[in-house]
């Protein structure tokens, strides 16, 4: 947070502790009767009151030695300790560059004729991201500068310079039942805690979290699953659809609680929130009543990095144009440790299903489309290739049907460096989870504050498969999913919502 930038208007007011603002939203329901529509309108008001003071925050990875957590302590320990480090094309300085929250900036407004932008981390105060606490779990023993040599990540004169950083740093011992990924990372699996009672286990787990958060005096603890992809469980009345199921059935070390299950417990009952980097049914009916008991936060499921992003704004694209999506046929190539994961198809077929229904509701928007049901073919390949190492390669091809039965096709290859996308995306999602935990809101007609729902579908444009709850609407289209986080931090620090209509500047010149 710049210290110095200070937003006031009409909307808002400061004191030592908070902001508080008002927001006056404007929403329309729509009567049908016989093919004729009319609109209900209902203004209503809403007061946000936003804690200012971001607390010592740590970090928890599910998956700490892996690809994405080595690179995230990594990139932690480069910009907090400002290491500079040289390739072949020269000497490089560390940076946030891929967050939305440090490296991207919304209009707040007009000054003069000009058009005023500002980044996130300006309009509210976020955490400062150089002082994150990272810890976690892995079921690797390896430390974290082992670790990121094997990960093949960062430049070799960088790994050199944070090992000193890295060397250090150990994961924790993790829940492991091989049963849940690919027989391939058995030979990786030598920090686990034993046995297979699943009781004990939640319980170490809980024990790690509160000796985290002492021993860092800490003020809050996120935890994040950054580990393999998981199959799904199978979801089973009497098992996963109650709190009192769920935990019934973990005491009973029931084959289908997964380790995920596991931590996201864990995570609600040391008052934590947990969010889901991966595609696999974690946060399951059970595991959300957990956290309303606890009053803590789920997120997921599944980290929107390349491919997946790509999707959701071309197909908004072809479909708000009026273009009509035929097929969607989207292959990547990769050599890291997820890739290889990936490779066995009980996992394979959680992330496909993740991928797959980005574009449900993007579609379904556009009613003149398919008029009669139907959607396009969509097709989801991924496949194993180690030399590929952690620059993934992706192939996608998309056709349209366009004026009078012809046909475009859109073919794009991409090649991304995978876990470099996906740790801004988790820097994000735990400072926005974090901003969320510190604001409460209410409607003109309540009398109390309160936070909003437990699952947190209004980070659906970091996830592939955003979650909701109830009758929620779920939102895929990219441009839709960030208007609402940058929406979020206007209404929250009192700035009026931009309409983009710019009526200031549309009366005839004279």
């Known amino acids: 947070m710049n210290s110095n930038l200070r937003i006031v208007g009409p909307y808002a007011k400061h004191n030592s502790e908070d902001i508080l603002s008002t927001y006056v939203s404007q929403t329309c329901s729509m009567i049908e009767s016989d093919g004729v529509y009319t609109p209900n309108l209902k203004r209503s008001e809403y007061t946000f009151k936003t804690k200012i003071n971001p607390p010592k925050l740590g970090a928890m990875f599910i998956g700490l030695g892996g690809n994405n957590g080595t690179t995230f302590s990594a ?62 779990w892995d079921i690797s023993k390896m430390n974290m500068a082992d670790a990121m040599r094997r990960a093949e990540v960062l430049e070799y004169d960088l790994q050199v310079k944070l090992q000193p950083y890295m060397k250090d740093i150990v994961p924790l011992p993790a829940v492991y039942y091989e049963d849940f990924i690919a027989p391939n990372q058995k030979e990786r699996a030598d920090n686990v805690l034993p046995g297979t009672d699943k009781k004990k286990h939640l319980e170490q787990v809980r024990e790690h979290i509160r000796n985290f958060k002492t021993e860092n005096k800490l003020d809050k603890v996120i935890l994040m699953w950054s580990g393999n992809t998981e199959r799904y469980c199978k979801v089973t009345v009497g098992v996963h659809d109650t709190a009192e199921n769920l935990l019934k059935a973990i005491e009973n070390s029931h084959p289908e609680i997964s380790p995920s299950i596991i931590y ?62 035929i097929s969607i046929v989207s292959y990547n190539h990769l050599g890291n440790n997820d890739g290889k994961n990936l490779s066995a198809e009980k996992t394979f077929k959680s992330k496909e299903t993740s991928k797959k229904s980005c574009t449900d509701d993007i579609i379904a928007s556009n009613p003149c489309l398919y008029p009669d049901g139907g959607h396009p073919d969509h097709e989801i390949i991924i496949k194993y290739v180690p030399s590929a190492g952690d620059s993934k390669k992706a192939i996608d091809e998309y056709v349209s049907e366009i004026f009078l039965g012809g046909k475009q096709t859109w073919s794009i290859y991409n090649v991304c460096e995978d876990s470099l996308l996906a740790t801004p995306i988790i820097l994000d999602l735990i400072l926005l989870t974090e901003l969320l935990e510190r604001i409460e809101w209410k409607s003109d007609s309540e009398n109390d504050f309160h936070r909003f729902d437990n699952v947190l579908s209004v980070l659906g444009y970091l996830c592939k498969a955003p979650r909701t709850r109830d009758q929620a609407p779920i939102i895929n289209s990219l441009f839709r999913q960030k208007n609402s986080i940058e929406n979020l931090f206007k209404v929250c620090a009192g700035i009026p919502l931009e309409d983009n209509l710019l009526m200031e500047f549309r009366a005839p010149q004279k």
């Open 264 to 325: 996201a417990v864990a995570a609600a009952q040391e008052g934590c929130s947990f969010i889901n980097g991966s595609p696999q049914n974690t946060l399951v009916d059970g595991v959300i009543e957990i956290a309303v008991k606890n009053n803590t936060f789920v997120v997921g499921d599944d980290f929107k990095t390349g491919q997946t992003k790509l999707k959701t704004a071309l197909i908004d694209v072809v479909a708000g144009g009026g273009l009509k999506p």
């Open 75 to 136: 990139g932690i320990l480069a910009n907090k300790h400002n290491i500079s480090w040289n390739s072949r094309t020269g000497t490089h300085k560390p940076n946030y560059l891929g967050s939305i929250t440090q490296c991207s900036a919304t209009k707040v407004g007009n000054n003069k004729n000009a058009e005023v932008f500002l980044p996130l981390n300006q309009i509210l105060p976020l955490v400062n991201p150089n002082e994150i606490v990272v810890g976690g």
